[in-house]
Structure formats: C-alpha cells, structure tokens
C-alpha cells in the first residue's frame, strides 16, 4: 500500500453527503405539542372525514372508560391501540372514524361527591337527590375534560369535538328507551334472589362488579339431626345393615336405622346457618353411615355418635373433629337419602321448620362432608335447588318462602331468631360478630362438631375492595331463558351464544371465555340503589305487580329525558308521565338506579344507530381480556335482547400491563408508571412503541429498563429515517431511474420491499402490530442501515451527478422512504408526521392523509433475490475477517483492504460472477477465485464453502472517496483523486458554476 500525497482540495463539499434539518435527538416532549397544535390548526381530523367520503366504513366502537381520575397506564395500553386500529384501517382505505366516550354514572363518582359532603359535614340524604345528581354531573364533565386532554396527548385522533357521554340527556333517553323494550319483550321483571350485595356501597351488585381476593373465613362442621325418613329409605338401610354387622340398628321401625343419627354439613359462612332450609346431595357420591368409637371426654363429638357422610371425605371430617377412632356401620343410597328429614340444628330456638335433603348436581366430594348447606337466600346455586324443588315441597307441607334473614346494613333480621342486628359485614368492610354468635348458639345446642379458618379466594367490590355477601333481595332481572319471539327456545342466553359464534375475536380464545361466561351465568340483576345514574324508569301495578308498558307512557318518559336529562324522573310523584290514562295511587314509580354495565352496553344504541358518521353494527370493540365479563358481556346481552344479535363483528383484546418483574402495579410496591410520566421524559410516541412492539394479547410489562431499551430502539429507527432523509435532499424526482434500468442490487431491494409490504399489511389486517414492527426494524436495520445503505454510501456520496447507478439507489431511497413513514403513521404518528413534513414540507399536508404506499408485484423477483441472499452469506464472511485484522489493528478501515475470496460452493461462486465485489464488501479491492483457499484462510461455520484471505489495497489513497487504488491521479486535472471521482469532479464544477 502507499501513502497518498497531501490532497490538492478539501473535497468535502463536492460530495453528495446528508443533509437534513431532521433532528438526531427527537426532543418528542417538546416537539409533540406542537404537532398537536398543527393538526388542530389545519383541521386534520375534518379533513381525513372528508378524504374518506364513499369509502367502506370500519367502526371501531369505543368502549367508555370512567370519568374519575387521571388516566393509568393501561387507559394508555387501550387508547393506543384503538388509535393504531383506526390509523390504520383509515390508511388501509377505509372509513375510520372513530369517536371516543365516556362512562359517566355509578358509584364511584357518587362517592367521591359524598366524600366532599362529610368532609363538609353535610349528610347526602339531606339533599334533595335532583341537586345531588346535579354535582355528580359536574364531577363526571370535570374529569371528562381532564382525560380528553391525556387521551389527546398520546396522539389518539377522533371526534374530540362530539365525543358521547352516557349522561347527556340523548343518552339518558335511549338507556331508558332500552330497558323499556325488555320490560315490553318481558324479559324484565322483578324477584327475589340472593344478589351480591356490598355492604360498604348499600347495593347489589353485577358478576362483572366483582373480583376475588384472599380472605380469611370461619369454617364450620355441624351437625343435623335426622327427624324421620320415608319407608323405602328406612327398609333400603335395614337390608344394608343385616348384610354386614349393624343388627342393632334393625329394630325399632321405620326411621330405627338413623334413630340419633345426622348429616354433616361444612360451611365456610356461619352467619348463613339461620337461614338454612335444606341440605343438598349429590346420588354420584357414595355415603356411609359412620359411628365415633372412640373420643376424647371434651370432644364436643362424642363416642357412639352416629353421622352420615361422604366415604371421601369420612376420615378428614373425623380428623377435624378430633375423633379417636371411628367405624363405617351401612351404605346410605341416593334413595335413602331422598326421604330424609333433619332438624334445624339450632331446633327450639326458633327455628322449628324440617330440613329436607335435596339432590343438587353441584355438591361434589371434593371437600367438606359430601353435603351442602342450603340457605336459598344466601347462595345461587342453593337458591336455584330450592326453586327447583319447590312444587315437591309444597306438596309435602313444606313452607318454601326464602326468608330475608339479612338487611342492606349486613345485620341479621327477625328472620334469624336470637341473632337480630348482629352483623355480618360492618359499613367498614370487616367481619362482624355474626359469625361467633351463630357459632356460640351451635355450641349450646351440641350440633357443632369442629370448627377452622380457611383462607380462600372470596368475591369482594371491584370499586371498595371489601368482601360481599350473597343477600336475597327483591331486584329488577332480566331473564336469560325466556321463550321470546321465536319460540321457547328463542332465548336471550340462545341468542348471545349464536352471536358469540358468529363473532371474530383477537386472539381467538376469546370466544371460548365469552361462550363460557354466558352459558353459565345467571339472569342478569339490573338494579341498584343509589342515586347517580338512569333509573329503571317503569311503573308497577300494585294490585298485580305487572309492569306497566304503555306505549304513550313510555313515550312521555323518553321526551322528557331527552329534554331534561334523567333527572325528571325524580323532579316530583311522576304523575306527568302516566297522564290521563292511569291513577298516580295505582301505581308504584320504581326509583332504583341500572346498573351502569347496562348503561354501556346501551351505548351501540345511542351512538352507532345515532350518529350518521359511524355504523351499526361496529366492526370492532376492543378493551381489556376483562371485559369479557364487562362491556362485551352487557353490549352483547343488550343487543342480543333487543335487536337479535351482538353489536360488533370482531372483539378485540388485550392484557394487563405489569410491573418488570410481572408485578400487578400499586402505590405500595412504588412501581407504578404513570403515562404522563412516560410522556413527559421521553415523549408519547415511546410509549406507543412500548405497545406495538409487545404481545398485547398477554400481560405487558413496563419499567425503567424496558422504556431504556424501547427508547434504544426509537432512536435507531429516527436515525435511519434522518439518513434516508438527509440523502433524499440530492434526489430529483426528473432524474428517477426505471425500474428496468436498475442495478441488481436496487431491484433485489425493492423485492423485498414487497415481502416487507406483504408482511406489514397482513399485520395490519390481523392486528397483529408486534409482528409488523419486528419486521419493519428488522428491514430498517438488517436490511438497509446495516446493508443496502452501508454499500450505496459510496456510491451516493461520491458517483457523479450523471450516475445511473447514483440516480437510481436515490429513486429506491425514495420508495422506501415513502412506503415506509406510511407503515409508521399509524405505529408513531408524531415521527412518521415529523419525517413526512421535512420531506414534504407543506402547510396543510399529512402522511395521515396519505394511504398506504402502492408497492408494484412486477417488484417481485424470487430468482433474483435468492441470488443476492448467497451473496450477503459470502458478505457477511468477508466482514467477519476484516473484523478480525481490525481488531489485530493490521487495518484501520474496511477500504485498506483488498481481500481474496475462495468460492469452493458452486451456487455462491455464481452468484458473486460479474459483480463488484469491492463495492458489496466496502473495500478498495476484491478477487474471487474458485476452490478451497489456503488452509490458514478465515471461515465461518455458518457460511460452508467460503474462505477469506485478507490482503491490503495496493495503490494510493483517494483524497475525495479515500478508496485506495492504482488509478489515483490517473487523471492530470486531477492529481490526488481516481478517474471515477475525477469525472464526478467535472461534473459538480460544471453544475455549481451554472
């Protein structure tokens, strides 16, 4: 190699080097803003309405979230992603116009303004409930106008201007409008069920309404005496015994076999125990009856007790008891078991009713005793045996009414003798002295055999985190199963699990939760009883107790709610909305408050049938994984009943976001990340990559580390998008080369800018948004930074003006600039509207005007792409040696080396014939030469049939490319440079001189 002369020039300015005015350091706190500002100012969202006009809409329906409280970062997760569906469905060709909501009524907002009351003093009940719900309104707008502004801020575009509200008055009129078509159908109508009730909040609550936490309760084994059986059951035991060792049992008549015997059951809720009525059994579970042989004096079990019980679960009900030793006497049958009748344990105090035993499909012997404690008011499934066998029961004498042996303060009523007013659950939301009492009068009266704790998973308010308790109260229902239009078999649960099926969900599991949660749950409470919200808004009959559903009433109460708000139902007696037709003192106005589950799932009703913008049904819903029993649940039920079929065609959902280490995020822990957090160091556009960039189908994960590596990963993308830039200032659109007078290398780039493309579209058409960024940045970097680009920049920055070859890696940089900010628009609309403007700079252009880039199929060149893998295999071999001399500083660039490349692989030996091999390598020279190579030759494993001989450049050193070779100062005009730079010399002179 020798060393060049001192150079003639400063050749710098005569190279084709980037130029650019896009920023290396984004500074997207400050920057973001002022984007925000721009698009308010040229009317962006009024102008992608207008561009949009007669294309195929796609309504994403916004799922409302609550107005209370800044936004989290899961709030961030949800809006992101709708604004990623919507961007890109609009960018797709699409009509996508989305128009953001909110939930306005429930409980949480009404605590909040009472909150202000007690700490004012005041007592809520004091205030007439018009000028209470007066307040809640205003809370609701208040933080309304605080969230619009955070939603904004991550660069979520819709209708800000017109966004829907649950409580406008328009709203408030359909939600009422709504409930009128069940209470019309039928399906609306009011019973007396155990609901889930919180004590703390005073109101029924909805399975969606719950979330189950550790909880630590009182177990308790007791027992109930056996009272009489019928003949079969008697004479199907006495067989039993006479067949093994149990005569003495045999005399005595017809209930002698179970003469002083009982049936345990286990519970873990001792409060319930008075309003026992039966106990259930399983005729899959095999029985025994057992006898206590041998026991300590103290035991409150004693020896020569005789207790049914599951075989299973015998020994354990034993151990808990303390019992010595024990011995099973007969087999009890499923037919025994029909005709027994137990005492009420707490029998003489009160409670002086036969407790019948009951086949129910849902006692198992999994725990407990093999028996279950029916109290029909305190549990669903105990309720729902109770009913089912309650014309039996009439006709055997017994009473069947479902006593209300709990008040709406969790204390025990007159319906559980000897424990009135004690509690249950306090308004604090810890445990009462129910339990101990019941358990101290179960003591007394010798029927308790053992009693625990057990710490479990227990239902508790999503809103208080305080347990509940399963209280039977009369509530508005809406029925599941009853027979509507089409026939018995036309129900509301039939009609849901058609429409489930008929249903797209991302990811696809869930349908089969959605299907699962309708199968299987219970009719769907409506009612509540607070004060904020739309009331059920229906008059009952007193004498029938039938829901009045006159047309012209219900028309009344609609135009009224439309002019006033919900309000007017409670502004006075309500006599203005029955009219003439019908007396005031006939009739009961139901005052509860729906159960704003019901509110949301009305808002298809109030905003896509109302608007003219949108569409119904929308195309997609899109929340959290728990709104399967949420928003999707209720929408689809409400629709289902009133219109047949769900709202949407596709649900689309989404994870929790968790701490670094998979952490559920609290105050406590301190490791929370606020979005406003994120924004205000780093800049919206990293939180949205943060999104697209993971599987939001599964829990997210967020941190310092996380948001350190998300932001490494913006900046590589941002500094890749400023060289194309920065390149593209020497690009003239009259200058593009065609594609048939491309170079291989540019064609090989545009094929796989059509697999990219392929990619990116069938990304955005399954939602699958990880996918789509791992490829564009595997494409940015692997493909172009570290690749095309790294080999053109010669080519660009030095070629001359006249250059085919220059000319047309400017026109491919070009397309791939142009197609690649429009894959990024929706992903990062604030970076892809910063690059697109640098590059069109213009007052009211967008790339969010803009479709996505048309990219031509005649691109597509298998053949050649294959050809130019092999030859990046080869490249990649040579990188390594020259990585290698660097290291041992034998060179210090690529271009002080001429390397000689062995080919001994026949297909890569073709594929490197004709090229520039120097060129491709980025070094002053290359050879090839067929065979093995020297066997002191670098080679790598993973490239078989390549060695590498490093060798220098021989020459001199060009003072404007720095390439080294033997033609420099070839030319005499130009001493110090090669021929090809000299005439890229003239070039530039002639051009800058004109």
């Known amino acids: 190699m020798t060393d060049t002369t001192t150079p003639t020039r400063d050749y710098s300015e005569t190279l084709f080097l980037p130029k650019t005015d896009f920023p290396m350091r984004a500074g997207l706190p400050e920057r973001e803003p002022q ?122 575009t819709g209708d800000w201007a017109h966004p829907y509200t649950t409580m406008s008055f328009r709203a408030e009129a359909v939600i009422a409008n709504e409930l009128m078509k069940f209470a019309t159908s039928g399906q609306l109508y009011r019973g007396s069920k155990p609901v889930m009730w919180s004590v703390v909040e005073k109101t029924a609550l909805a399975e969606a309404e719950i ?40 005399a005595g008549g017809a209930t002698s076999a179970f003469d002083g015997a009982s049936v345990v059951i286990w519970t873990t809720t001792p409060w319930t125990i008075p309003g026992n009525r039966a106990i259930s059994y399983s005729p899959k579970i095999a029985y025994g009856l057992y006898e206590v042989t041998a026991a300590p004096e103290d035991n409150w079990l004693k020896t ?19 019992v010595e030793s024990f011995e099973r006497r007969a087999d009890v049958s499923a037919d025994d078991l029909t005709g027994l009748v137990c005492a009420h344990p707490l029998r003489g105090q009160g409670y002086e009713f036969d407790v019948p035993l009951l086949d129910g499909d849902h006692v198992t012997d999994d725990t407990g005793t093999g028996f279950v404690h029916t109290a029909p008011g305190h549990g669903r499934e105990d309720f729902d045996v109770w009913m089912n066998n309650k014309a039996a029961l009439d006709a055997r004498g017994i009473d069947t009414t479902i ?107 869930g349908q089969n939760r959605l299907r699962g949660m309708i199968e299987a749950r219970p009719d769907w409470v409506i009612s509540r009883q607070r004060a904020w919200g739309v009331p059920i808004a229906v008059f009952v009959e007193k004498a029938t107790g039938e829901v009045l559903t006159d047309e012209k009433v ?136 943060w999104v697209v960039a993971s599987d939001y189908a599964d829990d997210l994960r967020i941190g310092p580390e996380i948001l350190k590596t998300t932001t490494d990963t913006y900046r590589k993308l941002r500094n890749t998008l400023r060289w194309m830039l920065g390149t593209l200032a020497h690009h003239r659109p009259d200058e593009d080369v065609s594609y048939a007078e491309m170079p291989e290398l540019e064609r090989v780039m545009l094929h796989r800018l059509t697999e990219v493309d392929a990619v990116v579209r069938e990304g955005f058409e ?53 197609t690649v900010v429009r894959w990024l628009a929706p992903l990062l609309p604030f970076t892809a509207e910063e690059a697109w403007l640098s590059r069109h700079p213009s007052k009211d252009r967008s790339v969010h005007l803009q479709t996505f880039a048309d990219v031509s199929d005649a691109w597509r060149d298998e053949a050649l792409a294959a050809k130019w893998e092999n030859v990046r295999r080869v490249r990649r071999a040579v990188t390594g040696a020259l990585e290698l001399e660097r290291a041992a500083k034998r060179i210090g660039s690529s271009l002080e080396a001429a390397p000689v490349v062995h080919v001994s692989d026949s297909d890569l030996l073709q594929a490197l014939e004709g090229l520039d091999l120097a060129e491709i390598f980025i070094t002053s020279g290359a050879q090839l030469s067929a065979g093995e190579g020297p066997a002191d030759a670098f080679r790598m494993d993973e490239v078989k049939g390549v060695a590498v001989t490093p060798e220098l450049a021989e020459g001199r050193k060009c003072a404007r490319s720095w390439r080294i070779t033997a033609d420099v100062g070839s030319d005499p005009e130009f001493p110090d440079i090669t021929a090809r730079d000299a005439q890229a010399m003239r070039e530039w002179l002639k051009a800058t001189a004109a």
């Open 766 to 818: 399954a939602y699958d948004f990880k996918r789509i960024f791992a490829a564009v940045m595997a494409f940015l970097t692997a493909d172009l930074s570290a690749f095309y680009f790294d080999v053109r920049k010669d080519t660009l920055y030095c070629e001359p003006i006249s250059s085919v070859k220059r000319r047309a890696a400017l026109t491919v940089v070009d397309r791939l600039f142009d």
């Open 554 to 689: 219900n028309a009344r109460i609609v135009e009224a709610f439309e002019a006033e708000g919900a309000d007017a139902w409670f502004a006075d007696n309500g006599a203005r909305f029955l009219g003439n037709d019908y007396a005031l003192e006939d009739y009961e106005k139901v005052n509860d408050i729906l159960d704003v589950w019901f509110d949301s799932g009305s808002t298809h009703a109030f905003v896509l049938e109302g608007r003219d913008d949108v569409t119904w049904p929308a195309a997609m819903y899109l929340e959290g994984s728990d709104q399967h029993r949420g928003w999707f649940h209720s929408s689809l039920l409400e629709s289902c009943g009133t219109r047949g079929r769900a709202p949407y065609d596709s649900v689309l959902t989404h994870g929790f976001v968790l701490d670094e280490q998979g952490r559920k995020m609290s105050k406590s822990l301190g490791n929370t990340v606020t979005p406003q957090e994120v924004i205000q160091k780093s800049g919206a556009d990293i939180l949205r990559l």
């Open 304 to 322: 020569g007790e005789r207790l049914v019980l599951a075989d299973k679960l015998a020994s354990d009900v034993f151990g808990q008891a303390r």
């Open 211 to 250: 979330e189950y936490h550790d909880h630590t309760s009182d177990t308790i084994w007791v027992k109930f005496p056996i009272v009489s059986s019928a003949e079969k059951a008697a004479e199907a035991v006495l067989i039993a015994a006479a067949a093994g060792d149990g005569d003495a049992y045999v």
């Open 403 to 509: 006593p209300y042996t709990v008040d709406a303060d969790g204390r025990l009523t007159t319906d559980a003798p000897g424990f009135t007013g004690r509690q249950v659950i306090t308004d604090k939301g810890e445990k009462g002295d129910a339990n101990e009492a019941v358990i101290a009068a179960l003591r007394e009266a010798g029927n308790i055999i053992a009693r625990g704790r057990l710490k479990h998973q227990y239902p508790h308010s999503w809103r208080s985190k305080k347990p509940v308790i399963f209280r039977n109260t009369p509530q508005w229902f809406i029925s599941m199963d009853l027979g509507l239009e089409g026939g018995r078999t036309d129900t509301l649960r039939a009609r849901a699990l058609k429409a489930i099926s008929e249903t797209a969900f991302y990811p696809p599991q």
């Open 35 to 156: 984007m925000l500002a721009r698009w308010e100012e040229i009317g962006l969202y009024r102008q992608l309405r207008e561009q949009a006009k007669g294309r195929k809409p796609f309504t994403l329906h916004d799922g409302p979230p609550y107005a209370n409280g800044h936004l989290h970062i899961g709030h961030a997760l949800n809006k992101i992603l709708k604004d990623v569906v919507t961007r890109s469905r609009q960018m797709a060709g699409f009509d996508a116009n989305y128009v953001p909501g909110w939930d306005c009524h429930g409980l949480p907002i009404e605590w909040k303004v009472e909150e202000g009351y007690r700490a004012k003093g005041r007592n809520k009940d004091d205030v007439p409930v018009v000028d209470f719900r007066r307040e809640c309104r205003a809370y609701a707008e208040h933080w309304i106008d605080v969230q619009k502004a955070e939603f904004q801020r991550l660069g979520v």
